[in-house]
């Protein structure tokens, strides 16, 4: 699916992560914690942040056995998070940017409760 180099996990753009989780080749995830997450994620991401990664924890079973594409803010945050996951044997990326660069290519955003959401 990605190109992984064995050194490092892939870096996808905003479009090109949106082309494969919205068509289920890979899963969303979002590594901002909670009061981030509440102002804005793209639709269908889950929800797991970097300080319960770091910390150990699975992610949700809705990623198991699938690729990963982590999300946050600017991107500095997924980089992590998807070596992480590459050290524990996930197929994982991030993408460049962040939400920052994914609200700049008009990808959808969603709030708490399904309302438009913008980014914290």
Not at 19 to 46: F, I, K, M, N
Not at 53 to 74: H, Q
Not at 84 to 100: C, F, I, N, P, Y
Not at 106 to 118: A, F, H, K, Q
């Amino acid at each position: 699916m990605f190109s992984i180099p064995r050194r490092s996990p892939a870096r996808l753009t905003p479009q090109q992560a949106h082309r494969q989780t919205s068509d289920r080749q890979a899963v969303l995830c979002e590594v901002r914690e909670l009061p981030e997450w509440q102002a804005g994620h793209a639709p269908r991401a889950l929800h797991q942040p970097l300080s319960r990664l770091r910390a150990g924890a699975a992610l949700p079973a809705a990623a198991r056995g699938k690729p990963v594409v982590g999300i946050s803010r600017s991107g500095d945050r997924p980089r992590t998070a998807a070596g992480h996951l590459a050290a524990r044997g996930v197929e994982a990326a991030d993408v460049v940017g962040g939400m920052t660069a994914w609200t700049r290519e008009s990808l959808p955003v969603t709030g708490e409760r399904g309302r438009m959401g913008g980014i914290a």
